[in-house]
């Protein structure tokens, strides 16, 4: 035991992994989660080598492989003609180079194994329904304010209460996140009620002017994630909202009738409006510290979102768990994650413009820079984000 108690904000993927990395070093936490449940929004989620050395080093590593899909390779498609761009294997000697796979998996089932762990913990204590208002610190101790209950004490907090985060606004106090303009519709449906000429056993992406459809195989192959992006300008957050059928094909009417049957196959859309930040190192203040998207939210077209966070967990457990000193250890997490993260942050957009939603010439020269690549320049490009080093304290 090192003799520090943490309070963590947030029952998601990023506040459950570093719970659960903090018990691995002797470390006793308490997760006060705002809902009534724990449970995660949502549906699949790619996790690739980095997010596995997650799962191995929270000790997470056999359950998480079982119930992963393991996909063949990452496909680009030109939504305009149909036809393949390039790809990228994902076979033996991708997962011999990163040492580990890249797959696809459901939220709630990744979340549902850090809850178990953590439920399985007697260093966690889980407390859901707790509406965190704000906190106050002496310079030795954190206390967290909550809405109807008892204020809590601890030695450190940790702000892991995403986008629209509490922790974050008392923090650093730059206001409301950023609204992209990208809206996005997600689905899940049947295996069977996929296009049989698109079940295919990789995750896809098909490319186009403003807009672009993702799909891979779920749970056991029993169903498909379905997600479609439309750059429409739209300037207010929305989330989870339910939408007919009519409104998502609005933004894809341009494109190929190949990847248009995607739309016309799912059910039940709901849609999203992205917003990030930019990156801000203050992530700091005392004895407190951001995690996961309360520190840097990005938009989700590098699919890192979720490895970013456990990321995080796993570092900042280790880095408490080495330094006597809570700032020390703090200032250390927070040194080792901004630069990665930002670098993360900041692709995801660049990523977004030129690969996933490019038009004429852009597009033209994202083909072929993209074609020219051989597997070993993928994995050697890769490296620097799939790699196993970002988890050193």
């Not at 520090?4 to 691995?24: D, E, P, Q, R, T």
């Not at 790809?87 to 178990?116: Q, S, W």
């Not at 329904?129 to 906190?135: D, F, I, L, R, T």
Request: proline share 4%.
């Amino acid at each position: 035991m090192t003799g520090k108690y943490a309070i963590i904000v947030g029952g998601g993927i990023g506040g459950l992994a570093a719970a659960v990395s903090l018990a691995a070093n002797g470390i006793p936490s308490t997760v006060l989660e705002r809902s009534r449940q724990f449970g995660e929004i949502g549906a699949g989620i790619q996790i690739a080598p980095n997010a596995f050395h997650c799962f191995d080093a929270l000790g997470i590593g056999d359950e998480a492989r079982g119930v992963a899909v393991y996909v063949d390779r990452l496909r680009l498609m030109d939504s305009l003609s149909g036809e393949e761009i390039c790809h990228i294997p994902l076979d033996d000697d991708f997962r011999t180079f990163f040492e580990n796979p890249y797959a696809v998996v459901h939220r709630a089932d990744l979340h549902g194994i850090l809850l178990k762990t953590a439920e399985d913990s007697p260093l966690v204590t889980l407390k859901t329904a707790q509406k965190v208002s704000g906190y106050r610190q002496d310079g030795a101790t954190v206390t967290v304010e909550i809405d109807g209950d008892d204020d809590l004490t601890a030695d450190v907090l940790i702000g892991a209460d995403g986008l629209n985060s509490t922790i974050r606004a008392q923090v650093i106090g730059d206001g409301p996140p950023l609204v992209s303009g990208h809206t996005t519709y997600r689905s899940v449906i049947d295996t069977d009620k996929m296009p049989e000429d698109l079940r295919w056993n990789a995750a896809t992406l098909w490319a186009g002017p403003k807009c672009h459809i993702v799909h891979y195989p779920l749970k056991g192959w029993k169903v498909f994630n379905l997600v479609v992006t439309y750059h429409n300008d739209v300037a207010e957050a929305v989330a989870g909202k339910p939408v007919e059928k009519d409104e998502v094909r609005r933004g894809f009417e341009h494109i190929h009738p190949r990847a248009q049957q995607v739309i016309e196959h799912g059910e039940n859309w709901k849609l999203w409006v992205l917003c990030d930040r930019h990156p801000n190192e203050n992530w700091i203040d005392g004895n407190i510290a951001l995690l996961g998207d309360a520190a840097h939210p990005m938009l989700q077209y590098f699919a890192q979102g979720a490895c970013m966070a456990m990321e995080d967990g796993v570092v900042i457990g280790r880095a408490l768990a080495a330094y006597d000193d809570i700032g020390e250890a703090l200032t250390r997490y927070r040194d080792l994650r901004f630069r990665r993260t930002a670098t993360v942050q900041t692709a995801s957009r660049l990523i977004g413009e030129y690969i996933y939603h490019p038009a004429s010439g852009q597009a033209a020269m994202r083909d072929a820079i993209m074609k020219a690549k051989s597997p070993d320049d993928w994995n050697r490009e890769l490296a620097w984000l799939f790699g196993k080093g970002a988890l050193e304290v």
